[in-house]
């Protein structure tokens, strides 16, 4: 029954009309804050590409973690910067590191909030690459065990969930196997599964200081001309053991998350990437566009496309967004 008959606009009429047939909704469990950790005391300094966001020493994170907790954020996702970098990265397994340091007050702090943790190497490593490096080449088998190691010494201090995003291949497998032979078989892993070689990344990087030193990361991240490869991807990194799966970033790969939803049942998560917070900050500034209608259009999308949970810069607006409403 086409027109005159059928008119979809009957449905639009009202704000009440519209919110009972409104198909995707975005909550506040959906959320997950990104959160920067240095080394050192008392420091809380604003990043500079990415305005509202600091970066915090272990001691300053406490008045942070009531605040995400007060806004009914469940869970935050930890990035640590070391003072000091070797060829191997290996201030990444430092009990006393500020990823190890982070967790164990979080945990002591706020119990309820729940601790995931980035395991790759790039931030700790001199020459910014994600595994260990022979001349120009990033080897795979040998980074490995670095991983195993991170992975190892966050959960020891506490993470609810450990988050591989380096793209080594066979990564999930080892740490999955390292967690379990240490007595962490109840430890999800969230795998960055199908993660881009992206420039939507640059703020991040200025962020964490992990732009690699000569190079760039296409030898071990995904081409983004990709779809098929994404779905292997993701497969792949189930049958490892992923308890989540990642498709990262969000924005400019709604078509990838749409096929990795329909070709699997785990839950999904799409990390909405630096660049993408920062062009929407950038441009409102400017007055060019509603920064916070364009923030909840965007973390829409990404629901609608199919992702179950959402890391973002935004959350902390958004929550704020949504508890208003
Ligand atoms: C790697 C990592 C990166 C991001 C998250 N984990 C950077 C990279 O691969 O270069 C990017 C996140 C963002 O841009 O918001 N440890």
Not at 13 to 30: A, G, I, K, M
Not at 123 to 146: F, I, K, R
Not at 176 to 204: C, E
Request: with cysteine; aromatic share 6%; charged share 25%.
């Amino acid at each position: 029954m086409p027109y005159p008959e059928e008119r979809l606009r009957r449905l639009r009429r009202t704000e009440s009309l519209r919110r009972l047939v409104q198909e995707t909704t975005l909550t506040r469990d959906d959320l997950v804050y990104p959160l920067f950790v240095v080394e050192g005391r008392a420091i809380r300094e604003e990043i500079s590409s990415l305005p509202g966001l600091y970066r915090f020493s272990a001691d300053r994170l406490a008045s942070e973690a009531d605040e995400i907790q007060e806004l009914g954020i469940p869970a935050v996702l930890l990035f640590g910067i070391p003072k000091r970098k070797d060829p191997q990265g290996s201030t990444a397994w430092k009990k006393n590191g500020p990823v190890q340091q982070a967790i164990r007050l979080l945990k002591r702090h706020a119990p309820g909030l729940i601790v995931m943790t980035d395991v790759c190497l790039c931030e700790y490593t001199s020459h910014g690459h994600c595994g260990l490096v022979q001349g120009a080449e990033v080897l795979n088998d040998p980074t490995l065990e670095a991983l195993c190691r991170m992975a190892l010494s966050h959960a020891e201090a506490g993470a609810d969930l450990v988050a591989p995003s380096d793209m080594m291949d066979g990564r999930i497998r080892a740490i999955r196997r390292a967690l379990d032979q240490a007595g962490f078989s109840h430890l999800p892993i969230m795998s960055y599964a199908a993660k881009f070689a992206s420039a939507f990344y640059g703020p991040f990087r200025e962020a964490a200081e992990s732009a690699p030193a000569f190079g760039d990361r296409r030898s071990y991240q995904m081409d983004p001309p990709n779809r098929r490869e994404a779905v292997r991807e993701v497969l792949l990194d189930i049958e490892e053991g992923a308890d989540i799966v990642m498709v990262k970033p969000a924005l400019a790969y709604l078509d990838i998350l749409r096929e990795v939803r329909n070709a699997c049942r785990h839950p999904l998560a799409a990390y909405n990437v630096s660049g993408e917070y920062a062009m929407v900050k950038a441009a409102a500034a400017r007055g060019w566009i509603d920064g916070g209608r364009v923030m909840m259009e965007i973390l829409l999308a990404i629901k609608r496309a199919g992702a179950d949970l959402l890391i973002t810069y935004f959350a902390k607006e958004a929550a704020r967004a949504l508890r208003a409403d």
